[in-house]
């Protein structure tokens, strides 16, 4: 009878920790520092980062690795001591034990929630803890400007910034997607020939920024599949997620975890399966031009200029871009 309880027991604990897993971005297998600011002095707002991305392993080792362990040696003890009352309640133990401590790690967030919430955010009520306990907007690396001193004659050093001509924006286009400045701007340490041929592609992808979604969002494109493309530079949110793991995008979204933003689709890229929470904070993060910009350079790094010339339309001023400023 006591059997049929605990089984009980591990039911309804699966049924509401599984969800909760999933809204607090679980599992979460790194990188616990981002990878595009594991080179710079820490500020407080990435020291916030780091905290939330540790919980968050914690979590996932408990969960994923942990859990699954102690609940395959609670079923070894049961199978082994079929008459035996002293393995048998053993086995009961570290099987009721390992579901309450299931329930406790997911139920963390929910505690800090309401806590917070009574404390000093009564608006904050349905939020998990990385949404709570985040950045506040602090810039993720310590400003060097004016720490390093400069040789006799020169002007002072203001931190690492790639050198080199920024061509002219189109008219009526500066200060949009279409301006190197701009870019440059979000993305200092990008090569400035990459920076002019992102600038040129923002034309045809996405008229300089104010064109946010892909023509075939949340459409067939006739193979059963939707494009998930957004922003400036079009970079697609679900099959490009991790160009989106910067704190530029979290600060936009105001959350200090992972966004996770392939969750805001089903697996053929249409809105109605995703998570409508999730795929907000990734369209207000990707409208924004630093953390476009940021992902455009993400995927630069790992795919090169051929992410920007799969276009079943034909791609032409794009690979003009790509070949008058990039010569590639």
């Known amino acids: 009878m006591r059997f049929r309880t605990l089984l009980v027991l591990m039911f309804v604990a699966g049924s509401f920790a599984l969800p909760l897993a999933a809204y607090a971005a679980i599992p979460f297998f ?16 990435l020291l916030i980062t780091v905290v939330n991305n540790i919980i968050s392993f914690l979590i996932t080792i408990a969960i994923v690795f942990v859990a699954p362990l102690m609940i395959a040696y609670a079923g070894f003890l049961l199978v082994v001591n ?11 133990s570290i099987l009721l034990n390992t579901v309450v401590g299931i329930v406790i790690a997911m139920a963390g967030w929910l505690i800090v929630d309401a806590v917070m919430a009574v404390l000093y955010n009564p608006t904050a009520v349905g939020k998990t ?5 985040g950045s506040g907007g602090i810039p993720p690396c310590i400003p060097l400007a004016g720490s390093l001193t400069s040789a006799a004659g020169q002007p002072p050093v203001t931190g690492v910034r790639a050198t080199g001509p920024l061509s002219t924006p189109p008219s009526g286009t500066p200060g949009t997607a279409c301006d190197p400045a701009v870019i440059q701007q979000a993305v200092p340490n990008l090569d400035p020939n990459k920076v002019n041929a992102l600038a040129c592609l923002a034309g045809p992808e996405s008229t300089c920024g104010s064109t946010m979604k892909n023509y075939s969002w949340d459409k067939d494109t006739g193979n059963g599949k939707a494009s998930t493309a957004y922003g400036a530079f079009q970079v697609t949110l679900s099959g490009n997620h991790a160009a989106f793991e910067n704190q530029a995008c979290r600060d936009v979204a105001g959350v200090s975890g992972p ?6 689709f089903d697996p053929n ?3 109605a399966g995703g ?8 369209m207000k993060a990707a409208a924004n031009i630093n953390c476009n ?4 350079a993400y995927v630069l790094g790992k795919q090169g200029f051929s992410a920007w010339t799969g276009d079943p339309r034909g791609a032409v001023k794009q690979r003009q871009c790509i070949l008058q400023y990039a010569g590639l």
């Open 82 to 92: 079929p008459v035996n009352a002293g393995g048998k309640e053993k086995a009961k």
């Open 293 to 296: 910009a940021a992902a455009a």
């Open 275 to 282: 998570n409508s929470t999730v795929l907000a904070y990734c």
């Open 30 to 45: 790194g990188p616990i520092i981002p990878t595009a600011y594991n080179t710079c002095a820490a500020s407080w707002g």
């Open 269 to 271: 890229g249409f809105t």
């Open 129 to 133: 803890w990385s949404q709570l306990i």
């Open 259 to 264: 966004l996770n933003c392939q969750r805001g």
